[in-house]
């Protein structure tokens, strides 16, 4: 026999919980012998699907999310493919979420009601949102031209509506883990606090390692690179089509690099050949700099992470020529502080004076 019942409304055709007895009747009456099957056992012994909610829910928003969170910022450095794998576990995490959600409307007897449904509603209708919203943004940061401040603002608002949604899917997965072990029994019942446990730590944990590796100071590599390249091969290397460029003394491969650069593609792009030390620094800015702190300079200093991308790509030591010193002088009238290690200049030059005021 099955038996079936709703603990939240008086709707009978909600049922939040369910399961089944066998019943031995005697042909001569008295007592009969009753033998109750696990609490929840899906209607029939088939599937359950409660449980086939759950798991593909939390596979996609706990071990797919934290893995995007990690591949686009906890660990962006380690290569130049974390974004198309984040791209794909996106896509993943958006049509798993609409399957297991349309599974639960299909199967109206899984509604468990509260603060559960309402995070999985509001996921539900967000989610291609969201994924299209990336979309736009890895679309931008591949195509825009002289239009920094767009891949931006298209990073930005995407960013923000992942982190609304690693919110909601908290919410979710936990309000889903309590309801399913008030349903399935008290064996469950650690199920919720472990999941939220082991969220937090894994994201207070990888987050702090973050901050601090952003704020040291790699060496750059340039001691341990064999190759050195003169400036002579460097420009024919260019010529010849190799995308690559100066960091101080490091020159860099960015052949692959491109359409991984936070700021977009048409800036690498644009850079070949030349010296970025002035960019990577944050004196100057490719895009939107007009040395003119009342028009909104542009500039952007490069975190620790920036030198460890670096690092990565690169290929040899630049071997300079000898050079001429010139002596000049600054024109502090036209100082530009950009921030506390970082200032532009404009020089002027002194070659025919012995003292340099000032310096």
């Known amino acids: 026999m099955i038996w079936a019942?709703?603990?939240?409304?008086?709707?009978?055709?909600?049922?939040?919980?369910?399961?089944s007895f066998d019943a031995i009747l005697t042909s001569k009456g008295g007592e009969s012998k009753v033998k109750k099957k696990p609490r929840g056992q899906n209607r029939g012994g088939g599937v359950d699907w409660l449980f086939v909610h759950g798991i593909v829910l939390w596979l996609a928003w706990f071990v797919f999310g934290l893995t995007m969170i990690g591949l686009t910022r906890w660990f962006v450095y380690v290569s130049d493919k974390v974004q198309y794998i984040h791209a794909?576990?996106?896509?993943?995490?958006?049509?798993?979420?609409?399957?297991?959600?349309?599974?639960?409307?299909?199967?109206?007897?899984?509604?468990?009601?509260?603060?559960?449904?309402?995070?999985?509603?509001?996921?539900?209708?967000?989610?291609?949102?969201?994924?299209?919203?990336?979309?736009?943004?890895?679309?931008?940061?591949?195509?825009?031209?002289?239009?920094?401040s767009r891949v931006t603002r298209s990073r930005k608002v995407h960013r923000r509506l992942a982190l609304l949604f690693w919110l909601l899917s908290s919410v979710a997965l936990t309000s889903g883990l309590f309801a399913y072990a008030r349903i399935?029994?008290?064996?469950?019942?650690?199920?919720?606090?472990?999941?939220?446990?082991?969220?937090?730590?894994?994201?207070?944990?990888?987050?702090?390692?973050?901050?601090?590796?952003?704020?040291?100071?790699?060496?750059?590599?340039?001691?341990?690179?064999?190759?050195?390249?003169?400036?002579?091969?460097?420009?024919?290397?260019?010529?010849?089509?190799?995308?690559?460029?100066?960091l101080d003394d490091l020159v860099l491969d960015l052949s692959s690099y491109a359409y991984s650069h936070p700021g977009g593609a048409f800036l690498?792009?644009?850079?070949?050949g030349r010296d970025i030390s002035?960019?990577?620094?944050?004196?100057?800015?490719?895009?939107?700099?007009?040395?003119?702190?009342?028009?909104?300079?542009?500039?952007?200093?490069?975190?620790?992470?920036?030198?460890?991308?670096?690092?990565?790509?690169?290929?040899g030591a630049?071997?300079?020529?000898?050079?001429?010193?010139?002596?000049?002088?600054?024109?502090?009238?036209?100082?530009?502080e950009i921030n506390a290690f970082t200032a532009s200049f404009v020089f002027v030059n002194t070659s025919d004076q012995t003292h340099i005021p000032g310096i």
């Not at 019942?5 to 399961?19: A, I, P």
């Not at 650690?190 to 702090?208: D, K, R, S, Y």
């Open 278 to 315: 002035k960019f990577f620094y944050g004196s100057y800015a490719l895009d939107g700099n007009h040395n003119d702190p009342a028009r909104g300079t542009q500039a952007h200093a490069h975190s620790n992470i920036a030198r460890k991308i670096a690092n990565r790509h690169a290929v």
């Open 88 to 148: 794909i576990a996106g896509w993943a995490v958006t049509g798993a979420t609409l399957f297991a959600t349309i599974l639960q409307v299909a199967r109206r007897g899984l509604d468990i009601g509260g603060p559960h449904s309402i995070a999985g509603t509001l996921m539900m209708a967000g989610v291609l949102p969201l994924a299209l919203s990336g979309a736009h943004a890895f679309r931008t940061k591949e195509n825009a031209k002289w239009s920094t």
């Open 5 to 19: 019942e709703n603990t939240r409304s008086s709707r009978l055709e909600m049922h939040t919980s369910y399961g």
């Open 184 to 246: 399935r029994g008290s064996k469950w019942a650690m199920l919720a606090p472990l999941n939220l446990f082991a969220m937090l730590l894994i994201t207070i944990g990888l987050e702090a390692r973050f901050r601090w590796q952003r704020k040291q100071e790699d060496p750059f590599v340039t001691p341990h690179l064999k190759e050195v390249i003169s400036e002579q091969e460097f420009e024919a290397r260019v010529k010849k089509g190799e995308q690559l460029c100066i």
């Open 318 to 336: 630049l071997a300079r020529q000898d050079t001429q010193t010139l002596q000049y002088k600054i024109d502090a009238s036209q100082t530009l």
């Open 268 to 272: 690498i792009n644009y850079v070949v």
